[in-house]
């Protein structure tokens, strides 16, 4: 196996838990919004911890192994490639922000499960909340975005 075939199965690595992260975690977001009992809240919004490692762990994997396969391809310097990178960095952060705001719904669900500290409608707004929704969502369309870039490498 040449340094090119590991470099792409690092990087295929990377995107599939990547993805599979992302989807574990939005498939855990949308399932809580439709629970009632606090506690039933907290326990799934907990599921979401392993897709974020998974989502963070494949995020490190495919930058790595991106940018050896860039010096191994000489790609450094084309747009596309600049362009995935900088969509991406953008995606890690509306991610990492939505997922702060997510944390802080499961903490409050926590508090609110356990210890009875909180009110049930502020929970509900903070499940439906537009900006932690759309944070995920354009998260989600960023790392879309980047992966039609690399596989359609436009100007190369």
């Given amino acids: 196996m040449t340094g090119y075939q590991i470099g792409i199965l690092f990087h295929l690595i990377g995107v599939i ?3 599979s992260g992302a ?17 039933d809240i907290a326990a799934i919004l907990g599921l979401a911890r392993p897709g974020a490692v998974m989502l963070a762990i ?17 790609g450094y ?15 890690l ?11 802080r719904t499961r903490e409050y669900a926590v508090a609110l499960a356990e210890r009875g500290q909180g ?13 932690t929704w759309a944070l995920h969502w354009a998260s989600v369309a960023l790392a879309v975005l980047v992966l039609v870039l690399m ?6």
């Fill in 17 to 19: 838990l990547f993805f």
């Fill in 23 to 39: 989807a574990v975690a939005g498939v855990v977001a949308t399932a809580a919004t439709g629970r009632r009992k606090p506690s």
């Fill in 58 to 74: 494949g995020g490190v994997i495919l930058l790595l192994a991106g940018f050896y396969l860039a010096g191994k391809i000489h």
């Fill in 77 to 91: 310097g084309q747009h596309w490639l600049e362009a995935s990178i900088i969509l991406f960095v953008v995606a």
């Fill in 93 to 103: 952060i509306a991610g990492a922000w939505g997922g702060r705001r997510s944390r």
């Fill in 119 to 131: 009110d049930e409608a502020v929970l509900r707004t903070m499940l439906a909340d537009r900006l």
């Fill in 151 to 156: 596989v359609w490498k436009p100007g190369a």
